[in-house]
């Protein structure tokens, strides 16, 4: 079973920042924060992990709270390219031998005009 | 990111007959790979893992002999479905595991069956 929990669906105004929030307050040390995403009909893309510390890249910014029980995706100007179905994981990177991802639920985010 | 390839995108087969999947990693190595199912308004379901060299892990409930996995080489994982029949029509989609600058896993985009 997936170690998350998103919401089940959200909506963006186009050009705004998306928040996609999400709770992992069973993960373990040595596991990351993962988020993709799947666009209708297509393989899921990477967009971002972290371990602890926030990250950010050209996609998005990946903020993780010090617990690490959630964390949030931000997009910070959506666009209509961005309505997608976000999946937020947790796994056990950097080599370790668990290194399949679980998909849950995700969260659709409709980016609208 | 990395580059992860599937084909055929789109095959059509006939009931009882067999349908191969490619999965490539076009700009790496990849001594592991995963292979996912995903029905219609479902999320994806882990099929197997795929380890170079040596036989795949499947996931339970998964039928070994029907879905086989062969992975000869660093950056070819193939997936055959076995005496196809239309409960078998899925998106199937494999992921690589890219350890270059850490561990990410990559997508291909995915191969629609249709069995009939």
């Known amino acids: 079973d997936a170690k998350t929990t998103q919401p089940t669906s959200m909506d963006c105004a186009e050009g705004r920042a998306a928040n996609l929030p999400c709770n992992h307050s069973?993960?373990?040390?040595?596991?990351?924060v993962y988020w993709y995403r799947q666009i209708h009909s297509q393989g899921p893309q990477y967009i971002i992990h972290?371990?602890?510390n926030n990250e950010t890249n050209e996609m998005a910014s990946l903020i993780i709270t010090e617990d690490r029980k959630s964390s949030t995706l931000i997009l910070p100007h959506a666009t209509l390219r961005d309505t997608a179905v976000y999946y937020c994981?947790?796994?056990?990177?950097?080599?370790?031998?668990?290194?399949?991802?679980?998909f849950g639920k995700g969260t659709k985010l409709s980016v609208k005009p | 990111g990395a580059v992860v390839s599937q084909h055929p995108s789109w095959v059509i087969c006939k009931s009882g007959t067999s349908v191969k999947i490619e999965c490539r990693s076009l700009?790496?190595?990849?001594?592991?790979m995963f292979w996912y199912r995903q029905f219609p308004k479902q999320s994806l379901m882990l099929m197997a893992t795929?380890?170079?060299?040596?036989?795949?892990?499947?996931e339970q409930g998964v039928e070994k002999d029907k879905f086989l996995i062969n992975h000869a080489s660093l950056t070819l994982s193939t997936l055959t479905v076995t005496s196809a029949h239309p409960e078998d029509s899925s998106f199937y989609i494999c992921?690589?595991?890219?350890?270059?600058?850490?561990?990410?896993?990559?997508f291909g985009e995915g191969s629609w069956l249709t069995v009939v």
């Open positions: 700009d790496f190595q990849a001594t592991t």
């Open positions: 069973t993960i373990s040390g040595n596991e990351y």
């Open positions: 972290g371990l602890k």
């Open positions: 795929s380890n170079e060299g040596s036989k795949a892990t499947y």
């Open positions: 992921s690589a595991r890219d350890f270059r600058g850490g561990d990410t896993i990559y």
């Open positions: 994981i947790v796994r056990v990177g950097s080599g370790g031998s668990q290194g399949n991802l679980i």
